[in-house]
């Protein structure tokens, strides 16, 4: 016979046996992958559908857990302190006027000179704005209308333990800087300046009476 008939039938003999075991180391690992379909399972096929779905793409187990928000307490006045020899007491600068814009940065002014001079601020707050109509009576009539309404807004830089001779220079200070339509006064702080930051509810006032 032909050598090279006889070679290419060797190498033929080794061709189809590797092919066999390539063909078996396969089937083998579809069986792992599919147990139940064996080797009728296709490569497009979902891998998923037989797997649980449950649980996926949640995360908040993984987070520590947050502490329960407690409610807010209602706000209490704090102690009012007294004046000594050297130093006041608690003290109120209330700053008020119509421009809104005036009275806020008026009041940042203090607020920054009080910390540049080391003088302790307790509290920096808002008061209810105020709302004044004014009322025009017309040359021929009785009747009269609104011409105009004006919003009062206030401002409150609360101090504590102001030095006494420090006051006069921190109020020329003040009263040389003060703008132009705005309105500067300082007072002892009550308990009256305290209930007058929070705003009338006469409704709910009338009906908490009618309760008790």
Avoid: W
């Amino acid at each position: 016979m032909n050598p090279v008939i006889l070679k290419l039938q060797a190498s033929l003999a080794l061709h189809s046996r590797a092919l066999d075991r390539a063909a078996l180391l396969l089937r083998a690992s579809v069986s792992v992958k599919h147990p139940i379909q064996g080797s009728l399972a296709f490569p497009n096929e979902r891998q998923y559908r037989t797997m649980p779905t449950h649980g996926i793409g949640k995360y908040k187990h993984l987070l520590p857990k947050e502490a329960p928000k407690k409610k807010k307490e209602r706000q209490q006045m704090k102690q009012i302190k007294t004046a000594t020899d050297a130093e006041y007491g608690t003290l109120n600068v209330k700053v008020s006027g119509y421009d809104m814009i005036l009275v806020e940065h008026y009041t940042q002014y203090i607020h920054n000179l009080c910390n540049r001079l080391g003088v302790k601020v307790a509290e920096s707050y808002a008061l209810p704005t105020k709302s004044t109509e004014v009322m025009i009576l017309p040359e021929q009539g009785t009747k009269m209308y609104v011409d105009a309404i004006l919003k009062t807004h206030e401002r409150i830089v609360q101090l504590s333990q102001l030095n006494a001779t420090l006051c006069p220079i921190f109020m020329e200070v003040m009263l040389k800087n003060q703008p132009e339509g705005v309105q500067l006064s300082v007072k002892p702080h009550t308990e009256a300046d305290y209930q007058a930051r929070f705003k009338a509810r006469p409704e709910l006032e009338g009906l908490m009476a009618q309760i008790t």
